[in-house]
């Protein structure tokens, strides 16, 4: 299905070089929105658009009506780059291909990354609308040896063995709870672990139950090759998830939801979610520029 892979040094300069003749950008911060949060970027000016298809060596979606685009512009004066749409281990990609973007995104002179998405609560605490600002993760493919660094390490980008304690920037985070208590989102703005699966399927009672014993606070099947790639090329990470559904951990509860409530809440916390990130953009790149 995905017959093209370009992976190799040249092929990550070879797209930057493509997108740097195109675009007067020069973005400092990268946002990865995860689904239905690609209006992020409409709030951009001077926005100039790709699709993924005319962008030489990017993966390209087959899922019809999945089309994705980077979108670069600016939030007040922070220029930025926005990716809708990506790639899931799921759909076939391999991990080289998920996480293409991101290398081009450091080689282009990034600095800073906001990862967004949905996931499913298993802190039995969190309520749906919740979002959880990631503190750390756990690699559940990667413990079976679907990590994105497996094979020969290119220096270019970072060390053999890179250090993860540290992989969600502590001082984004911190922004980002100001920010949040700012915005009056306090009341359900959480803290926690994610952890990543495969997928395509959902999760059984028993594995659910088998990710809060090892201390997962909401699960999904994105994100955490992006960010361990990120953090590996030495870029601040920042990661944002909105909590869409409550996985289920138990044999005998009837699941009463109510659904068309439940899709409400998210798409107005999916509305605050990007006001959220849109203030943050502006003030992490000026802590950026504090800290040279
Ligand atoms: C970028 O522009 C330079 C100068 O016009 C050109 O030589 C080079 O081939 C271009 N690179 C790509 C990848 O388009
Ligand atoms: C990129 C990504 O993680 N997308 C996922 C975001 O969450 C939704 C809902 O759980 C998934 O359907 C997407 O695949």
Not at 156 to 166: A, E, H, L, T
Request: charged share 20%.
């Amino acid at each position: 299905m995905h017959t093209h892979i370009c992976c190799s040094f040249d092929d990550y300069k070879l797209t930057t070089e493509w997108l740097l003749n195109q675009t007067n950008h020069r973005p400092k911060v990268a946002v990865i929105c995860g689904s239905g949060l690609g209006l992020l970027a409409d709030g951009a000016t001077n926005k100039q658009t790709f699709r993924y298809q005319d962008i030489p060596n990017f993966p390209v979606s087959t899922v019809p009506g999945h089309e994705g685009c980077l979108v670069f512009g600016k939030i007040e004066d922070t220029s930025c780059v926005f990716m809708k749409g990506h790639f899931h281990l799921y759909e076939g990609y391999s991990l080289c291909q998920v996480t293409f973007p991101v290398r081009i995104f450091k080689l282009m002179g990034v600095e800073s990354v906001l990862v967004t998405n949905a996931s499913g609560g298993i802190c039995p605490d969190f309520k749906v609308g919740d979002i959880m600002i990631i503190k750390d993760h756990i690699n559940l493919p990667g413990f079976a040896g679907q990590h994105p660094l497996c094979g020969p390490n290119d220096e270019r980008f970072g060390i053999r063995f890179p250090c993860m304690s540290d992989a969600y920037s502590k001082d984004l985070r911190t922004l980002a709870l100001d920010v949040g208590s700012e915005l009056g989102c306090s009341h359900f703005l959480r803290s926690g672990v994610y952890c990543m699966v495969s997928g395509p399927n959902f999760e059984t009672i028993a594995e659910a139950r088998m990710l809060l014993t090892l201390g997962c606070d909401s699960v999904g099947m994105s994100m955490v090759p992006e960010v361990t790639v990120a953090k590996h090329s030495g870029l601040r990470v920042l990661g944002l998830t909105l909590i869409t559904n409550k996985v289920s951990l138990d044999y005998s509860r009837e699941e009463k939801v109510n659904h068309d409530e439940v899709l409400e809440i998210c798409k107005m916390r999916a509305e605050l979610l990007q006001k959220l990130v849109t203030t943050l953009i502006g003030r992490c790149q000026l802590q950026s520029i504090n800290r040279h």
